[in-house]
């Protein structure tokens, strides 16, 4: 019996161990399979972009490192309406039924997924077609250490008529000026990439020209109760964070039904 023992004990030993992994893997099948999901959230840190909310936080793992500028500015305006109003450059027709209001930070990355999935197609569907008055306001928030500046940009390109080609390439270029200490000179780099006339940029820019417009946008933002970015405002409906276009859609539908 014993020398029986030895022979047999390691095959069924091996069976065991066969029957063990079979049943493991199946119960980690149905664990995986009855697990919560994870689901978009609006307080996602700042870092990641591509997701619907506001950025009110700062996250010290944002990245460090430049990458290649994209230089080729958008021609989306070329066929857009822009007359300028005051020391802003909204786009569309003023006598059009909806008014929006854009209140973003050159910095953020939600602001830079709205640039991006949504703001196209708005302007396309209905700047385009007269029926929305878009308007741009700055609000950088206090943990952007460069949105100021990068505002300032803006408002310096537009001085050149260029205001919103320049908006784009702060956003296509975000990771490769926004994560610095200091970076006035990818703004400049950016500004001679669009050809523009880079002794009056650079001169403005240096001078801090559009900090006060900066500031009292942003001041402007605090007294309506804005507290991260994106916030809009559609004529008096306010929508908070990177939104899906069809909620932009559907509250822009409604305002022109009225």
Do not use: R
Not at 152 to 169: I, P, R, T
Not at 238 to 244: E, Y
């Amino acid at each position: 019996m014993n020398i029986m023992d030895k022979k047999t004990n390691p095959w069924m030993l091996a069976t065991f161990l066969l029957l063990g992994l079979i049943i493991g893997f199946g119960l980690g099948m149905f664990a995986g399979k009855n697990a919560p999901q994870s689901v978009p959230s609006d307080n996602f840190p700042q870092g990641t972009p591509g997701t619907t909310g506001t950025d009110t936080t700062n996250n010290a793992n944002a990245p460090a490192t430049k990458a290649e500028l994209m230089t080729s500015p958008s021609n989306t305006y070329a066929n857009l309406q822009m007359e300028k109003d005051g020391d802003h450059w909204p786009l569309g027709s003023k006598t059009a039924k909806v008014k929006f209001i854009e209140y973003s930070d050159f910095q953020c990355p939600f602001c830079k997924s709205y640039f991006t999935l949504t703001l196209p197609q708005i302007l396309k569907d209905y700047v385009a077609a007269g029926k929305i008055y878009y308007e741009y306001y700055n609000l950088p928030l206090d943990i952007h250490p460069q949105a100021p500046k990068a505002a300032e940009a803006a408002s310096c390109a537009g001085e050149q008529n260029k205001y919103w080609e320049y908006h784009d390439l702060l956003f296509l270029n975000q990771n490769s000026w926004a994560f610095q200490d200091t970076d006035i000179q990818t703004f400049k780099d950016l500004a001679a990439s669009m050809e523009l006339d880079t002794n009056s940029f650079n001169q403005c820019l240096d001078s801090g020209k559009f900090a006060n417009l900066i500031e009292k946008d942003k001041q402007l933002g605090a007294t309506k109760g804005i507290s991260g970015t994106p916030t809009f405002f559609i004529n008096d409906q306010k929508i908070v964070g990177a939104q899906d276009y069809s909620v932009f859609k559907s509250t822009i539908d409604l305002e022109l039904k009225k």
